[in-house]
């Protein structure tokens, strides 16, 4: 079983629609990142929370930490095709090196 | 910066042979990691490096092997390949804590057979 479960497993919107992907668990971490990643490339990281209740925003992404630190969003306004992906979302643990993914969200952007 | 490099990018096997993937980096991190990515399964560590001559494992360890003589260079050693090994292979590297930005090469699409 994944320490993070992400849902839902996969997302068709149309272009201008807006989305969520999330990201929970039954453990508190000490930070979580989300990262995007491309068929055929590595995934790249888009932000790191760390405080319960952090709310960051990127352009049109908006993420939030939860406020226990076992959960944590992922928000697309206005989705467009170029935000095609999937989605993961990754945490550790306090005094852990060790980074702990979730299973992917793959969001499909339509034109 | 070349950032993290992986060779190969496609590898056949046959069961029980060995075979090292080699990944690099250019950033004088000191944290290295080897994930293998499967569908639905997300990224599972293999190992990881916390500086040169320190390695540890990670959450599915067995049947491979790793190194760190060097800063740059953390190659993934597989012993006897099984199909079970058949997977996407990630290097990544960052500067140490888990709040940095880690950076992941391109991958190594491996095949067992």
């Known amino acids: 079983t994944q320490l993070l479960e992400q849902s839902p497993q996969f997302l068709s919107i149309q272009e201008g629609e807006n989305l969520t992907v999330y990201c929970n668990s039954s453990?508190?971490?000490?930070?979580l990142q989300w990262y995007r990643q491309e068929p055929g490339e590595g995934p790249v990281l888009l932000v790191t929370v760390v405080t319960g209740g952090e709310v960051k925003k990127l352009k049109r992404l908006t993420f939030q930490f939860g406020d226990a630190r076992k959960d944590s969003s992922l928000h697309i306004t206005a989705a467009q095709p170029g935000d095609t992906g999937l989605y993961l979302c990754?945490?550790?643990?306090?005094?852990?090196?060790?980074?702990?993914f979730g299973a992917g969200t793959t969001v499909t952007v339509r034109a | 910066n070349a950032g993290v490099t992986q060779t190969p990018k496609f590898q056949v096997l046959k069961t029980g042979q060995s075979m090292t993937l080699q990944c690099a980096q250019d950033m004088n991190h000191e944290y290295m990691s080897w994930y293998r990515q499967d569908p639905g399964m997300g990224l599972r560590l293999i190992h990881y490096?916390?500086?040169?001559?320190?390695?540890d494992q990670g959450e599915v360890p067995n049947g491979y092997n790793v190194s760190r003589s060097t800063t740059e260079d953390f190659p993934l050693r597989l012993l006897s390949a099984a199909p079970s090994q058949t997977s996407v292979y990630f290097c990544?590297?960052?500067?140490?804590?888990?709040?940095?930005?880690?950076?992941f090469g391109p991958g190594t699409r491996l095949t067992v057979l």
């Open positions: 990754a945490g550790a643990k306090s005094n852990d090196y060790k980074l702990s």
């Open positions: 490096s916390v500086g040169a001559g320190i390695t």
């Open positions: 990544a590297s960052r500067v140490q804590g888990s709040t940095d930005t880690q950076y």
């Open positions: 453990s508190v971490f000490s930070s």
